[in-house]
């Protein structure tokens, strides 16, 4: 069972005049990709404590 998330965030990201680094065969590639977008959203769950034993409580 999961906790209620601790922590949210969105995001975007735009990137103009992006080069890519590849490599292809023994070659490394710079190539232009002109642009790029990113845009999202995240969650963050803290961890749970496990539960002490309870010998009482079956």
Known sequence: MLSAPT????FYYEHTDLQ????V???REITN???AE???TELEDAPRRPRA???WAR
């Open 25 to 27: 065969g023994l070659i």
């Open 33 to 35: 990709a002109a642009a």
């Open 38 to 40: 990113v845009k999202g």
């Open 20 to 23: 890519l680094s590849q490599v």
């Open 7 to 10: 922590g949210a965030s969105a």
């Open 53 to 55: 034993h309870r010998w």
